[in-house]
């Protein structure tokens, strides 16, 4: 996961985010008929240049980026898993969670990008289970405290085992003065149900809790003896993956590795291309739409495989986005721009929404839906251009929509007035790609609107001008080309002028209008503490004696 | 309509060249034209007048003289020739290169200089559009109005900067300029002192003395600007601005020096009932003016104006002549402030003290002029001293603004201020006598009785000659 990038500045050590099952250092997929177990055995000594030792399957950012990769590559390449299994390969221990003289080393930026990382690797998880058909589970073989604990919660099962000695503990505010880091607090009490006064219990007792009192507190679902738990867990699995019942009629599709070049200012994917400007710090994404295909079927969709507009488009999204996000911190603001044919976006939307109950579609549907999230909640200025040639259409119109600030170009007035730029929204865009607030873009845009909303389904497939976006509130500002470039010019410089904190801050808190969810808490409410807990010198003492025997001395103001 | 704008309108800005300035103008320009209309010099729109056209910006080009109709008028667009290489003189860009373009973050601080100083420029024109009837010659009419078109091209040179540099917003800004009126209780200008009626001729002389020497302090202190459009603007802009000041100068002098003749002739300092304007009555004018134009130069601590000059957009009076860092982080300077009904003096951040500079500088360059007015006074042999007043009488900006000061600067209290205020400040009584004698004088080469002549005439003609034909 982490290489080293030669390239003529600098030695600089980079973050990668591709993978596969045969480069795995901590994770073994095996498949039995239509439930997978996914074993957790981390590999203590992986990478000695790193200055810690992942003992007791503790994790750090490695670990997760497999865990991700195979739950990604289940529900593509495995569609026939109806049910998967969470555990660990290590006797009588599950997992420790995040490694804490790891993140007593992570700076404040890499802290909070891997909790915000593993967050969104649990909550993929969820999304498997809720909308995928592979429904997730956990045995629980060892202690599982902090992260190990927050990774069963992920899961919609837990079974303990009750051996008189495991133990489920959340013992971050105990033991490290910080907060369970990836959901816990907010999955304990939204989506088990603990009650609070219990949560309160549990969440500072460091030792955590054991067998009965863990299922009459509904903390796990069920409690297994040591000899029983594999066969347990299986067969609760198997009815699982029954009840899904997902209609499979074909083989998985592979997702193949993914073609990237990364140069000092320039990144190339086959479809993105992403410009990096060091001095006003954006990076801008040029990305290419579909081309027209003629024969556009189910048929051929399958045999293309992740070659498929959508999905290829979806993968290096996301892996731009980690890129940038772990890589390039102080890149500010992204620019998302796009090329290409209308008519073909449009009529990619079409077949997959006619054909959003095969699972394949179903799959790729979901994993744009996780895509743009992970546009969503990343600290970055997100701002759309556009201009002629871009193909903001349906799925593409959605990055416009995902933005802070987006701009279109009204008709040119003196050059290029034969190429009309437009913009279109379809089907897509109402409902199947929603936000983590459980609302669609447009519904998050339009807030206490509906009959808005109403009037721009009724034109869903039109391709609006930009006075037109403008005037429907699709589009911020629709400058003419005599004023475009200042105002770009002017917007990105001043943009890249404020405070980053402050700007994605006010980010934050302005993209995700109306109502809450699990996932929405997580990131705004138990992020936000946390990041700010990070920031704290409780925190920073108690991180940084961990481990040391020395206890550390606390501010005891109240704040 | 077709007009070539680059033939109508003067300019050195490659006019033809910018197909969004065009555009700009095109749209804004009418607007103008009826704006200049309504509230414009009143009832004027057929006088010929004998103007000063600016068409280029050398020696030659901007004293360019003819009878021409106010509303044809050829207002330009000029920026003074650029320096080569100029640097930026001061604030954390010291030494960079100065900009051609608006930097995106300090585009909103921009806008808003460029917007106060250019809500100044209509509003006077406004404040004065009554003058013309009650003119004390033809002379004067004829200043009046060259100042007036004066004012309407250094709006037209705002403007044109925010309509090149600031795109949507500029152009919805340049719309607003004509938008506020001086005096309207809905929209007023921007600056309470451009809000006040300048409804005689005393104080249209006052204005050009007092509030253009503001002007002309703003605008050097903007010709610093690391911001090159606006600082070749504002250089531009302050050749014209010294003939306001030339006008009001000399046309206190006149009264000044006719109030004299009047009192040596009559033997009493009560000549208004000989039809002339007491020297007490012109002190009253200046306590007035003066005081309301140390309200221009903000308040004494000001971040807004600690932030521009450390952004670079708006220097000190002369920069380069003042010999320090230019960056003054690490020094102070003693400012005013009111402790115990007592004006006392406080260290404060040199950088938060940028106005009060500039209003010194101002002050001193308002007492030169009052030095010339006390040697004609001395001439005739009186013993009269016209004098500016404290910097805390009469002020509704800053530290002084909760206190009632005497012109001398003492601290008084609000009924001692409210007795002894018509003694130092214009009464209604002395509005309704200097009125009465504001009669209108056409006649060529005639002055009204509490004026003198002028020295010379304009661009070398004869004092007698017709500035003004009435049609």
Same mark, same amino acid.
């Given at each position: 996961m982490l290489s080293y990038l030669v390239n003529k500045r600098a030695l600089i050590l980079m973050i990668n985010f591709f993978t596969s099952p045969d480069q795995y250092k901590h994770w073994q997929i095996n498949i039995s008929g239509n439930v997978a177990t996914l074993l957790l055995n981390v590999?203590?000594?992986?990478?000695?240049?790193?200055?810690?030792t992942l003992k007791l399957n503790s994790y750090d950012l490695g670990v997760d980026i497999e865990l991700n990769d195979a739950v990604q590559r289940l529900r593509f390449?495995?569609?026939?898993?109806?049910a998967v299994i969470i555990t660990s390969a290590?006797?009588?221990?599950?997992s420790a969670g995040a490694n804490i003289q790891m993140l007593g080393q992570l700076s404040h930026v890499e802290k909070v990008n891997f909790c915000k990382y593993t967050n969104e690797t649990r909550i993929s998880i969820e999304d498997a289970s809720l909308n995928s058909g592979q429904t997730y589970l956990c045995a629980i073989n060892g202690p599982a405290s902090g992260g190990g604990y927050e990774l069963a919660l992920a899961t919609e099962h837990i079974i303990l085992v009750d051996d008189g000695a495991t133990a489920i503990a959340l013992p971050e505010v105990p033991s490290?003065?910080?907060?369970?880091?990836?959901g816990g607090l907010t999955r304990v009490i939204d989506?088990?149900?603990?009650?609070r006064d219990r949560a309160d219990f549990f969440c500072t007792t460091s030792e955590g809790v054991r067998g009965r009192r863990a299922l009459d507190w509904n903390l796990v679902d069920e409690l297994a003896t040591r000899s029983n738990l594999v066969s347990q867990t299986h067969s609760r699995a198997k009815s699982f993956a029954q009840k899904n019942n997902r209609r499979i009629s074909a083989n998985g599709i592979k997702l193949e590795p993914i073609n990237r070049k990364i140069e000092k200012n320039l990144i190339s994917y086959d479809l993105i291309e992403i410009l990096i400007n060091r001095d006003l710090r954006t990076a801008t994404f040029k990305i290419k739409g579909p081309d027209k295909t003629s024969n556009l079927s189910i048929k051929y969709i399958y045999s293309i495989g992740c070659k498929f507009w959508p999905l290829a488009f979806a993968r290096e999204l996301d892996d731009a986005i980690l890129h940038l996000r772990f890589n390039?911190?102080?890149?500010g603001t992204w620019v998302l721009t796009s090329e290409g044919n209308h008519d073909a976006m449009e009529a990619i939307d079409k077949i997959m929404l006619k054909n959003y109950k095969n699972w394949f579609i179903h799959e790729i549907i979901l994993n744009l839906k996780r895509t743009f999230k992970r546009l969503d909640i990343s600290s970055r200025s997100l701002i759309a251009l556009i201009e002629p040639?871009?193909?903001?259409?349906g799925t593409l119109a959605e990055l416009a929509l995902a933005a802070d600030t987006s701009y279109m170009l009204d008709k040119a007035i003196e050059e290029n007035t034969e190429k009309k730029t437009t913009f279109c929204l379809t089907?897509?865009?109402?409902?199947?790609?929603?936000m983590s607030n459980g609302l669609s873009r447009i519904s998050s845009r339009f807030l206490g609107n509906k009959g808005h909303i109403e009037k721009i389904k009724l034109i869903g497939g039109k391709q609006l001008e930009a006075k037109e976006a403008e005037e429907l509130g699709l589009v911020t500002f629709a400058p003419d080309d005599i004023d475009w470039d200042d105002e770009i010019r002017i917007a990105l410089e001043a943009r890249a002028s404020f405070s980053p904190d402050a700007l994605s801050a006010m980010e934050a808190n302005l993209r995700f209008g109306g109502p809450e969810t699990i996932e929405s808490k997580i990131f705004s409410r138990l992020s936000a503490w946390q990041n700010w807990l990070f920031q704290r010198p409780n925190a920073n003492t108690s991180l940084e004696s961990y481990g040391t025997g020395k206890q550390p001395t606390f501010d005891r103001n109240r704040v | 309509m077709n007009i070539n704008y680059n033939e109508t309108i003067p300019n050195n800005v490659n006019l033809s060249d910018d197909r969004r300035l065009l555009r700009a103008l095109e749209q804004w320009q009418p607007a103008y034209i009826n704006w200049w209309k309504e509230l414009?010099?009143?009832?004027?729109?057929n006088f010929e007048v004998y103007l000063r056209t600016a068409i280029s910006v050398d020696a030659k080009g901007w004293a360019h003289f003819g009878h021409v109709r106010m509303p044809e008028y050829r207002w330009g667009i000029f920026l003074s020739p650029a320096e080569k290489?100029?640097?930026?003189? %001061?604030?954390?860009?010291?030494g960079e290169s100065t900009w051609t373009e608006v930097p995106g973050e300090y585009r909103t601080e921009l806008r808003r200089l460029i917007v106060t100083q250019g809500d100044t420029e209509p509003a006077s024109v406004e404040q004065q559009r009554h003058l013309s009837k009650t003119c004390p010659s033809l002379y004067d009419l004829r200043n009046l109005f060259q100042v007036n078109v004066e004012e309407g091209r250094h709006l037209w040179a705002m403007v044109y900067l925010l309509q090149a540099y600031f795109g949507r917003d500029g152009r919805e800004e340049a719309d607003e300029m004509l938008s506020r009126h001086a005096g309207?209780?809905?929209?007023?200008?921007?600056?309470?002192?451009?809000?006040?009626?300048?409804?005689d001729w005393l104080s249209f002389f006052m204005f050009t003395y007092f509030q253009d020497r503001d002007g002309k302090f703003q605008l050097a202190a903007l010709s610093e600007s690391a911001f090159e459009p606006l600082s070749r603007t504002c250089r531009f802009m302050l050749t014209e601005e010294a003939h306001h000041m030339f006008v009001g100068e000399t046309g206190i002098m006149r009264i000044i020096q006719r109030t004299c003749e009047l009192m040596r002739e009559y033997?009493?300092?009560?000549?208004s009932l000989m039809g002339g304007i007491d020297l007490n009555i012109i002190q009253k004018w200046i306590n007035f003016h003066y005081s309301i134009c140390l309200d221009?130069?903000? !308040?004494?601590? !000001?971040t807004n104006a600690a932030n521009y000059y450390s952004m670079g957009l708006k220097g000190r009076?002369?920069?380069?002549?003042?010999?320090?860092?230019?960056?003054?982080?690490d020094s102070y300077v003693s400012l005013p402030k009111i402790e115990e009904d007592e004006i006392r003096n406080e260290e404060t951040p040199a950088l938060t003290a940028i106005n009060m500079k500039l209003r010194e500088d101002y002050a001193k360059d308002s007492q030169r002029g009052l030095d010339r007015f006390n040697k004609i006074i001395e001439s005739y042999c009186i013993d009269t001293k016209l004098t500016l007043p404290h910097p805390? %009488?009469?002020?509704?900006?800053?530290?002084?603004?909760?206190v009632k000061a005497s012109p001398s600067g003492k601290i008084i209290d609000a009924t001692t201020w409210n007795k002894q205020r018509d003694q130092w400040l214009p009464s209604s009584a002395d509005y309704e006598l200097v009125k009465s004698l504001m009669v209108q004088v056409i006649e060529p080469g005639k002055m009204a009785g509490w004026i003198a002549p002028p020295k010379r005439g304009i661009h070398?003609?004869?004092?007698?000659?017709?500035?003004v034909l009435f049609h």
């Open positions: 590999d203590e000594n992986e990478n000695p240049t790193l200055g810690y390449e495995h569609p026939e898993v109806g290590k006797d009588r221990v599950f490290l003065a910080v907060l369970p880091g990836t989506k088990r149900h603990v009650r390039e911190p102080e890149i040639n871009s193909c903001f259409t089907g897509i865009n109402f409902g199947y790609l929603s | 414009g010099p009143d009832q004027t729109q290489d100029r640097r930026i003189g %001061f604030g954390h860009h010291k309207d209780p809905n929209k007023p200008r921007i600056l309470e002192a451009f809000n006040e009626q300048t409804d033997d009493t300092d009560k000549i221009l130069f903000g !308040s004494e601590r !000001s009076y002369q920069e380069n002549k003042i010999n320090d860092d230019h960056l003054l982080t805390a %009488f009469n002020r509704n900006i800053g530290v002084f603004k909760d070398g003609l004869p004092i007698d000659y017709e500035y």
